[in-house]
């Protein structure tokens, strides 16, 4: 995972929850406790963190490189369900939009939104996220 430079703490309480772990699979010693205090602590730092967060950090994590994308959500709510719908039989296939059907439980729902790509390859085949005119029809 890609760390921020103010989430920095957060990373290296984690790395340190994962090798108190590796020791106590590694050898004999209960480290329980230790994990617990780490698990407390690394959830007060996040609190702490993310709750006082400055305007540029903010865009920061909006910018992530490591946030899901449209397509991340939909699948996630969706699971197997989802069908994406191409073209607009008129001009041609934009693909910065997306859209199709899916079911949440027994009901369907259509699914619409933008997608930009997650590496230099798939942004390029989806524009980078910027939709053409046909793609909003």
């Given at each position: 995972?890609?760390?921020?430079?103010f989430?920095l703490?957060?990373k290296?309480?984690?790395?340190?929850?994962?090798?108190?772990?590796a020791?106590?699979?590694?050898?004999?010693v209960?480290?329980?406790?230790?994990?617990?205090q780490i698990e407390?602590?690394?959830?007060a730092?996040?609190?702490?963190?993310y709750?006082?967060?400055?305007p540029?950090?903010?865009?920061?994590?909006?910018?992530h490189?490591?946030?899901?994308?449209t397509?991340?959500?939909?699948?996630a709510?969706?699971?197997?369900t989802?069908?994406?719908?191409?073209g607009?039989?008129?001009?041609?296939?934009?693909?910065?939009?997306?859209?199709?059907?899916?079911?949440?439980?027994d009901?369907?729902?259509m699914?619409?939104?933008?997608q930009k790509?997650?590496?230099?390859?798939?942004?390029?085949?989806?524009n980078?996220?910027?939709?053409?005119p046909e793609g909003?029809?």
């Amino acid at each position: 995972m890609e760390y921020l430079d103010f989430e920095l703490p957060i990373k290296e309480l984690e790395e340190k929850y994962q090798q108190t772990l590796a020791i106590g699979s590694d050898s004999e010693v209960d480290v329980t406790a230790t994990c617990k205090q780490i698990e407390k602590k690394l959830k007060a730092t996040r609190k702490e963190i993310y709750g006082n967060l400055t305007p540029w950090q903010r865009v920061q994590m909006s910018r992530h490189p490591a946030r899901p994308y449209t397509l991340d959500y939909i699948k996630a709510i969706c699971g197997d369900t989802w069908l994406e719908l191409h073209g607009d039989r008129g001009v041609k296939d934009d693909k910065a939009m997306i859209g199709g059907l899916g079911k949440i439980g027994d009901q369907s729902f259509m699914f619409i939104g933008q997608q930009k790509g997650f590496n230099t390859k798939t942004r390029q085949y989806r524009n980078f996220g910027m939709a053409n005119p046909e793609g909003y029809r």
